[in-house]
C-alpha cells in the first residue's frame, strides 16, 4: 500500500502566502516525478507544477514566479511554496507521485485526498 497524505491548506487573504507538503508513505522503492493539482469548483482539474526526481521543475504560466516547487527525497515529501496568492488559486489543491514499489518495477500514478485552498479578496 502507498498513500500520500497533503497538508498545509487554509484560508488566507490576497497577497498571503501558504505552504503545502505532501508525504508518501507505505511500500516504495523509488519515487519518480512528483507534481501538485488544483481543482477549483465547476472546472477541471489543472496541473500546477511538477519536479523530476532529479530537481527539474515545470510550472503552469498562471502561477510562474509565484509558487515553488521542492521535494525532499529522503523524506519522500513534496512541497509548494505559494506566495502572493489571488483569489483565482482557490481551489482544492492535491500531490501525486510516480511510484515504483519494486526494484526494476511498474511504477504507478498515486494520488493524495486533496486539501482546500481559499484566498479572500
Known amino acids: 500500500q502507498v498513500q500520500l497524505v497533503e497538508s498545509g491548506g487554509g484560508l488566507v487573504q490576497a497577497g498571503g502566502s501558504l505552504r503545502l507538503s505532501c508525504a508518501a508513505s507505505?511500500?516504495?522503492?523509488?519515487?519518480?516525478?512528483m507534481g501538485w493539482s488544483r481543482q477549483a469548483p465547476g472546472k477541471q482539474r489543472e496541473l500546477v507544477a511538477i519536479i523530476t526526481s532529479i530537481g527539474s521543475t515545470n510550472y503552469a504560466d498562471s502561477v510562474k514566479g509565484r509558487f515553488t516547487i521542492s521535494r525532499d527525497n529522503a523524506k519522500n515529501t513534496v512541497y509548494l511554496q505559494m506566495n502572493s496568492l489571488k483569489p483565482e488559486d482557490t481551489a482544492v489543491y492535491y500531490c501525486n507521485a510516480d511510484i515504483a514499489r519494486q526494484p526494476m518495477g511498474v511504477t504507478y500514478d498515486y494520488w493524495g485526498q486533496g486539501t482546500q485552498v481559499t484566498v479572500s479578496s
Open positions: 507505505g511500500s516504495i522503492f523509488s519515487i519518480n516525478a
